[in-house]
């Protein structure tokens, strides 16, 4: 199934990501994580993409363990470490597993490294362009309702996105963010300049202490007052900053629905169990297929 056949309809939806894992000795251990989510039944599952080598090895075989669950998947393919060769290649991988949602990524830059070489995409639009050309793939993108750290301005980063979609972009997906406020003002000022694809909202729930740290180090998120009082209060007692993060990543779900932001993707960490409590507290609100 492409995924705009969901995401462009009025249906509540919500996805959950995996990741690979690094080493071919453990992915028979992650195939359980995937029949644990697919069990959920989620609108589609996103497995990521890592540098060359390591856990993007297996990205193809991963999403193709959860086609095998009737649950459609979404397959990162991310640019920067590889070389155009390398990102042909895992298209004609895609295609002999029928695999036809990619979600496409710039993805970081190496460290220590001459970019883009030659036979490199200098952004996720370039590969959004040659994904398009090489196969008749549904084609995602990413979006930050905070700006993307390397743009000067919002309105600059919006113009970036807007040649996403001009490229073949179908679909976003947003970075996390712990405050809907943001992505709203964000969803109006994309509107305004064009960009009128599925924007699906990227939901983080943080259930330690550490989790928020590395966050907001890495990605320089903007946390509320009211969600660092929940860090605060519970951080250092693993059981109640589990149940409160879960508490308050369902919440910004709820209120996200309510508004009229239909289709949300929650950011699990390979944790069956944490979108399991979200999904059953959203029981009434989320039927499940």
Same mark, same amino acid.
């Given at each position: ?85 390398? $990102? +042909? ?8 597993? *029928? %695999?036809?949602? !990619?979600?496409? #990524?710039? /993805? ?91 924007? $699906? +909202? ?8 550490? *989790? %928020?740290?590395? !966050?907001?180090? #890495?990605? /320089? ?69």
């Amino acid at each position: 199934m492409r995924l705009t056949e969901l995401l462009k309809t009025d249906q509540v939806t919500i996805s959950c990501e995996l990741f690979p894992p690094k080493q071919g000795a453990q992915l028979a251990n992650y195939k359980n994580i995937v029949a644990d989510m697919a069990a959920l039944k989620p609108a589609y599952m996103s497995v990521t993409y890592g540098a060359t080598g390591g856990t993007s090895d297996y990205t193809v075989e991963l999403a193709s363990e959860v086609e095998k669950h009737q649950i459609p998947a979404l397959a990162h393919l991310t640019c920067a470490s590889s070389t155009k060769e390398k $990102v +042909a290649s895992v298209i004609e991988e895609l295609k002999e597993k *029928q %695999i036809s949602n !990619i979600l496409a #990524l710039r /993805g970081d830059i190496p460290q220590n490294a001459d970019f883009p070489l030659p036979n490199q995409y200098r952004h996720a639009s370039e590969l959004i362009a040659d994904i398009k050309a090489q196969g008749d793939f549904c084609i995602g993108g990413a979006c930050y309702p905070e700006g993307h750290p390397e743009a000067d301005t919002i309105f600059e980063d919006l113009d970036h996105l807007k040649e996403k979609v001009d490229a073949g972009c179908e679909f976003l997906t947003t970075q996390m963010f712990f405050d809907n406020h943001i992505l709203y003002n964000f969803l109006y000022k994309a509107l305004s300049r064009g960009i009128d694809v599925p924007v $699906v +909202a990227g939901i983080m729930p943080v259930t330690n202490k550490a *989790q %928020i740290k590395r !966050i907001v180090s #890495l990605s /320089g998120n903007m946390v509320p007052p009211r969600f660092l009082a929940i860090v605060d209060r519970f951080g250092d007692n693993p059981a109640a900053m589990r149940q409160a993060g879960i508490a308050y990543a369902t919440d910004q779900i709820i209120d996200l629905i309510a508004n009229g932001v239909n289709h949300v993707h929650i950011y699990t960490m390979n944790k069956p169990d944490v979108a399991g409590e979200i999904l059953d507290n959203l029981s009434e609100i989320y039927v499940r297929a």
